[in-house]
């Protein structure tokens, strides 16, 4: 489950082709200025780490000095090897990050891709709450794009719990099940540029057997493989545009 503050008109585009079952990659190109971009900036590392929570840990001037440096994947506590009796940690834990894009980038699309955090998180950048987040199992996208302050250091900040919530899978008490779920920040998170006329992410879009490229195969034998591919193109840039779209099947 997951909520943010801006929601896109999107249009799709079907294009069926006859091949053999190879990996599958798209692109497109936009005519005036022959080439869309994706840049995806890897934000595993660098990262500041307290366990507690701690009162104005998302403001900008925060002074982390005397936290913790980890890097992502990251549990809020590893346990012992030997743990009976569910003895692990539940609670808070806040993690900061500061990041810096350069204004030549304004113009583009920049979003946050989390993989995973466990389980509930409250996301701020430069202070102001821009995201929640119920659920370990499920990524989340968020678009900072109007939030960034270019040329200048961004402050990225998260709120984790891990304690038992009914309403979040599993949904039991800890002390009920026959495993641990752990709690942080446990895969990887990135930092995805793009133009305003892009490919979606599927869980950004939220559609149903939709999103992204979504690929089937209508009809498979010895001989060949029909793939079908639907890709989701997504125009925020204000205007009309005419693009080319390619998609790529490699063996």
Known sequence: MFRNKKNSNMTSRLISIVVCICTIQAAFCQKKNNGAIRKVYNLNTNWAFCRGDVKGAESVSFNDEKWYAVSIPHTMRLEQKHNGGAQVYQGVGWYRR??????????????????????????????????????????????????????????LALRVVNTNDPLTPPGKELSKLDFNYYGGIYRDVSLVMTNKIYISDPLEANKIAGGGLFITYPQVSKQKAEIQIKTHLINEAGRGDSVTLVSSIRD
């Open 98 to 155: 500061y990041f810096k894009i350069g204004k030549q980038a304004e113009g583009k699309r920049i979003t946050l891709n989390f993989e995973g955090v466990q389980k509930n998180c409250d996301v701020f950048l430069n202070g102001e709450k821009i995201a929640v987040h119920y659920g370990g199992y499920l990524g989340f996208v968020i678009d900072i794009t109007s939030q960034v302050k270019w040329n200048q250091t961004n402050v």
